[in-house]
């Protein structure tokens, strides 16, 4: 992938009065229209996507794709463009009378247009209550990231309405699974968060599962069941170099990076049991970090990395627990009826999502660290695997039916207040988000 030349966007000052009143808003730090909370009457704020101008066929492009981001992220809806007043070529005011006879509470406007090889783009965003732009940006950027371009837009329109980071210009990281149940085809893959731009990053030589994003969103840890033992390995997105994170006397599994990135945490699998472990990927050092009978497995960091949690049954059922990232006493944390595993943390560290199974099928809920307030998201069967958005307001898991279906790949807000396909070529599993890109 071609890189963007701005990622962080630098502010269009269109004209001196809209370039001094955006200079005025954006001192006003995490200045929101929507209040995203749980409390109270919840509607999302309505926002008018009109054509970018310029050029028409990629401006119709970039306006489809934020509209489309839009629609998946509960917090923000699109407004229907048959209701639109007028046609909107400009980033320049529309007609802002007009407008306000309409559903919508904002209406994003902007212009794009190609020089040789390049793509520029601005937008603007206008506020119909009080009639004024509440936020404009430009970029410049290689034609070939156009799709980049629309969702770093609507990124920095979700960030003005919400005060809340956005996560549209991220990737996701899966298991791609093709053919007959019986002989399923599985390879690692990664695409855009809607579910575009499918790159394969194995042929399928080899079963792969739970990949797992590196901090800067450039490698990935999975675990390969090949010839030899299953093995945890890194692989390097731009240069496509695998290795093995290390020499263990056993089978190792489910891996994550620490929040640095200069280590791994996995569990190592010796008899019937196995135990954590974390390896420093540059010295390979090993640390084991529990040493029990039980079955300890799907660690994961605090973003601090001072802490870590996992499943275990070493009470009897599986069930999540929470130490310190050096090892140590582990409290459980998960108490309600069932089984809990595949705890994750947020990366805004205030809530674990995890998989709970009981009579009643597989339900994706979160809680608190301490354990408390927990909350389920989505029921079905059979839910499992959550990863969590870089902005921790939204969770995304697959969905395996049984049979001779295969599993799909969902995503939740973390309120549960809205439900979303993600679509793939085929069936998938394991999904992991990556962070927003660079």
């Given at each position: 992938m071609q890189p963007l030349l701005s990622r962080r966007a630098t502010l269009a000052a269109?004209?001196?009065?809209?370039?001094?009143?955006?200079?005025?808003?954006?001192?006003?730090?995490?200045?929101?229209?929507?209040?995203?909370?749980p409390g109270g009457a919840f509607r999302p704020v309505t926002v008018a996507v009109t054509n970018f101008g310029g050029d028409a066929d990629q401006g119709a492009k970039l306006s489809g794709i934020i509209a489309n981001d839009f629609k998946r992220c509960t917090f923000i809806q699109p407004v229907d463009a048959s209701s639109f007043p007028e046609p909107v070529t400009d980033p320049d005011a529309p007609n802002l009378a007009a407008w306000k006879a309409t559903t919508a509470q904002f209406v994003l406007t902007g212009r794009t247009s190609r020089s040789g090889g390049s793509l520029n783009t601005a937008?603007?965003?206008?506020?119909?209550?009080?009639?004024?732009?509440?936020?404009?940006?430009?970029?410049?950027?290689?034609?070939?990231?156009?799709?980049?371009?629309?969702?770093?837009?609507?990124?920095a329109v979700f960030t003005r309405v919400t005060g809340e980071k956005g996560f549209f210009d991220s990737r996701v990281v899966f298991v791609d699974e093709t053919g007959s149940a019986e002989k399923r085809k599985k390879r690692?893959?990664?695409?855009?968060?809607?579910?575009?731009?499918?790159?394969?990053?194995?042929?399928?030589?080899?079963?792969?599962?739970?990949?797992?994003?590196?901090?800067?969103?450039?490698?990935?840890?999975?675990?390969?069941?090949?010839?030899?033992?299953?093995?945890?390995?890194?692989?390097?997105?731009?240069?496509?170099?695998?290795?093995?994170?290390?020499?263990?006397?056993?089978?190792?599994?489910?891996?994550?990076?620490?929040?640095?990135?200069?280590?791994?945490?996995?569990?190592?699998?010796?008899?019937?049991?196995?135990?954590l472990y974390s390896l420093d990927i540059g010295s390979k050092a090993q640390h084991q970090l529990t040493n029990t009978a039980a079955i300890d497995t799907s660690p994961c960091y605090s973003p601090d990395g001072g802490q870590i949690v996992f499943e275990s049954d070493r009470g009897g059922t599986q069930q999540i627990y929470v130490m310190p990232a050096s090892g140590g006493g582990a409290k459980r944390i998960s108490f309600g009826e069932g089984r809990y595993s595949t705890p994750v943390w947020?990366?805004?560290?205030?809530?674990?999502?995890?998989?709970?199974?009981?009579?009643?099928?597989?339900?994706?809920?979160?809680?608190?660290?301490?354990?408390?307030?927990?909350?389920?998201?989505?029921?079905?069967?059979h839910n499992e695997g959550p990863t969590w958005a870089p902005n921790g307001?939204?969770?995304?898991?697959?969905?395996?039916?049984?049979?001779?279906?295969?599993?799909?790949?969902?995503?939740?807000?973390?309120?549960?207040r809205g439900e979303f396909l993600v679509p793939t070529p085929s069936f998938a599993s394991d999904p992991n988000w990556g962070p927003l890109q660079g």
């Open positions: 269109f004209s001196a009065t809209a370039g001094a009143a955006l200079m005025g808003r954006s001192a006003v730090a995490q200045d929101r229209f929507l209040d995203i909370r937008f603007r965003l206008w506020d119909l209550s009080s009639g004024s732009q509440v936020a404009g940006q430009q970029y410049a950027t290689d034609a070939a990231n156009s799709r980049r371009v629309a969702h770093i837009v609507a990124d690692l893959a990664i695409m855009d968060q809607d579910g575009f731009n499918v790159k394969y990053l194995t042929r399928g030589e080899d079963l792969v599962v739970t990949p797992r994003f590196s901090p800067s969103g450039q490698e990935v840890a999975y675990m390969s069941f090949g010839q030899d033992e299953p093995k945890v390995f890194l692989l390097n997105f731009e240069s496509g170099q695998r290795s093995s994170v290390g020499d263990f006397p056993g089978m190792t599994f489910a891996p994550r990076f620490s929040p640095n990135g200069q280590d791994v945490i996995m569990s190592l699998s010796q008899g019937a049991n196995s135990d947020s990366p805004k560290g205030d809530l674990i999502a995890f998989t709970r199974q009981k009579s009643s099928g597989f339900a994706i809920g979160v809680m608190k660290p301490d354990g408390s307030g927990e909350r389920i998201l989505t029921e079905g069967f307001l939204y969770v995304m898991f697959f969905r395996d039916p049984g049979g001779s279906a295969g599993s799909k790949i969902y995503m939740v807000d973390v309120f549960g």
